[in-house]
């Protein structure tokens, strides 16, 4: 009961501090009005015509009546309303002083006989119609400061939360991965039959696991580094993606490479190439052979992955293009999301396509580095 009781004191109040900035400014310009109208009420030898003088007073008056009620409604708080409030304020007194000042220097100056109070009031009044839309404005600007700031304080403790939460997720996955391939190498030794059929099933899962963790790793870098393209040769990039053993002694790989290509490569060219050949390779038959192969063109050099096995699910291949992700479109691993990725943040272009003759087509297109 108590939270409910709070909430309505809170709202009691923000609608007591609407009130009290409204009579403040009513509680201003009423006296302002009474004093430029005063003469209407009084005989007095004062110059210009005083229905004139009194419709002035009228028109002031309303304008900041009126644009102090269009503030109360514009702000979405009793702070951005009080602010604006003070700023027109400030404008008021700045519009009084000046015409007190211009009123005494004159009478000083044994000038022509002035309608002091007419003058005063017209100062005060224009002053306070003048600052209150300013002051909305600024109430506006310094609201939008503030949040802001605060979404920015947010999104860096959520930055730091989803560090952590990274961090601890990966350790814990891989660390159960490894637990868990571990154990099934120890039954798949000793088991025979169904037992053996289970715990390779269990093995390949239990990878995959480990697969999605160091691809979460690799996204993460990928996301998180602002680095320029690279020169590099076509050579040097393969040598990065195919040094793991499995991909030089596999007899399912053919390479067919320009040695000498020079290309513009994005810093993790390296992971979309692995990625490509590791997909080819361990998501097809045995006997399905894999090549890698390049094209050279007058601008841009090309790096075909080409297998002839079963072909990439066409939602892995969709779900490429999609800016998020959900329950019905969502990619079943991280291997491509890293190949886009790993592309998508330099001037390199990448297609997967399926061949004619079956199979997979992942191209990888870099713009070539031209020698002065």
């Known amino acids: 009961m108590a939270a409910p009781l709070r909430s309505v004191s809170k709202t ?29 009420f009084r005989s007095t030898n004062e110059p210009g015509s005083p229905g004139l003088k ?20 514009w702000s979405e708080t009793a ?17 009084f002083g000046i015409a007190v000042l211009i009123s005494t220097a004159h009478t000083l100056g044994a000038g022509a006989a002035l309608d002091w109070s007419f003058i005063v009031a017209v100062g005060g009044l224009a002053g306070l119609a003048v600052g209150i839309p300013i002051g909305d404005g600024y109430a506006k600007l310094r609201r939008q400061r503030v949040v802001e700031r605060l979404q920015k304080d947010q999104l860096r403790r959520n930055s730091r939360r989803m560090r952590i939460l990274y961090r601890v997720a990966r350790h814990n996955i891989r660390t159960e991965a490894n637990i868990m391939l571990g154990y099934t190498d120890l039954i798949a030794g000793t088991a025979h039959g169904p037992t053996q059929e289970y715990a390779d099933t269990l093995r390949e899962h239990a990878s995959r696991l480990e697969r999605i963790s ?18 590099t040769s076509i050579q040097s990039l393969t040598e990065r993606a195919l040094s793991k053993n499995q991909y030089r002694e596999s007899e399912r790989l053919t390479l067919a490479l320009d040695d000498d290509a020079i290309v513009a490569s994005p810093p993790f060219a390296h992971w979309a190439l692995e990625e490509a050949v590791d997909n080819a390779l361990t998501h097809t038959d045995d006997d399905t052979a894999v090549t890698v192969r390049t094209e050279n063109l007058d601008d841009c050099v090309r790096l075909i992955v080409e297998d002839d ?11 490429l293009g999609n800016k998020t992700e959900s329950q019905l479109m969502h990619g079943q691993g991280l291997g491509l999301q890293v190949i886009h990725w790993a592309m998508e943040v330099s001037d390199a272009s990448l297609s997967i396509t399926e061949r004619e003759s079956g199979g997979t087509r992942v191209l990888m297109e870099f713009p ?3 020698s002065e």
């Open 54 to 73: 009194a419709g002035v007073i009228v028109i002031l008056s309303v304008a900041v009546l009126g644009t102090g009620w269009a503030a109360n409604r």
């Open 368 to 370: 070539v580095e031209r």
């Open 12 to 40: 009691t109040s923000r609608f007591n501090a609407r009130y009290l900035y409204a009579g403040g400014l009513c509680a201003i310009t009423i006296p302002l009005a009474i004093l430029g109208v005063e003469h209407v």
């Open 309 to 319: 096995g079963p072909g990439i699910p066409p939602i892995e291949v969709k779900s």
């Open 214 to 231: 160091k691809n979460v790793r690799r996204l993460r870098r990928i996301w998180e580094t602002s680095e320029e393209a690279v020169e």
């Open 79 to 95: 702070d951005r309303f009080g602010t604006t409030i003070r700023v027109g304020t400030a404008f008021g007194a700045y519009g």
